[in-house]
């Protein structure tokens, strides 16, 4: 079965700062792959995807993400990071168009001033 | 607003008692998740619907039991409630194929005292 790894439950950065959230994920073909990201008391949004082509993405509220394949890995990335980046961020992975989606243990992003 | 509706947004029920939660999809989409969140088990998968069928099964407790309407809407029936049962529980629909990724609700927070 496919499985995702959050390996940091909460990172802190200054805002300006650049940010990087990593994923690994465990799956012997290429996954379809997201991040969510969920505020406080909402339900998750997402902020992109991939499944395949171009292995950078592009996705909403300037975040980007990149697949490495040899790493196992989606990075969610964004070069400044605002206040309002505040919450906590989630990577999935599916194995197929008809399946569920697996979601790893999310990171809670603080942002200081 | 999502397009996906879930209610009741909080319940407060007491241990032994039965709860039926309630979901809306996005208008066009084929397919509902369910799923549970709490503090020590993450985002766990429930249970899917597509078109009113089952179509996949995840940690579902056997006291839980869902459903999806002719009209697409889906019930999540929680019964003999215990305290650890307390959770978010988010709602999630698609048009059928993960590579679209999912729209969640805003889920509904269950309290069991």
């Known amino acids: 079965a496919q499985s995702v790894t959050q390996p940091d439950i909460h990172i802190t950065v200054s805002e300006g700062a650049s940010l990087e959230l990593r994923c690994n994920y465990s799956y012997g073909a290429t996954p379809y792959l997201f991040w969510y990201v969920q505020s406080p008391g909402q339900g998750l949004q997402l902020l992109l995807k991939?499944?395949?082509?171009?292995?950078l993405v592009q996705g909403i509220k300037g975040f980007e993400a990149e697949f490495k394949r040899s790493q196992s890995s989606f990075n969610l990335r964004k070069p400044s990071v605002h206040w309002s980046d505040a919450a906590e961020y989630f990577c999935a992975v599916g194995v197929s168009p008809a399946s569920k989606l697996t979601f790893g243990t999310g990171t809670r992003l603080q942002v200081t001033l | 607003d999502s397009g996906v509706t879930q209610t009741p947004k909080h319940l407060i029920t007491a241990t032994g008692q039965r709860v039926t939660l309630r979901c809306s999809p996005r208008?066009?989409?084929?397919?509902v998740y369910w799923y549970q969140q709490s503090l020590d088990q993450g985002l766990q998968f429930l249970i899917q619907y597509y078109n009113g069928e089952e179509r996949a099964k995840g940690n579902i407790l056997e006291r839980f039991s869902a459903q999806q309407f002719p009209d697409l809407h889906s019930e999540l029936n929680l019964s003999s409630l215990e305290l650890g049962d307390s959770a978010l529980y988010f709602c999630a629909s698609s048009v059928g194929q993960v590579g679209y990724g999912y729209t969640f609700g805003s889920g509904t927070r269950l309290t069991v005292v």
């Open positions: 991939y499944f395949s082509g171009d292995t």
């Open positions: 208008s066009g989409d084929l397919s």
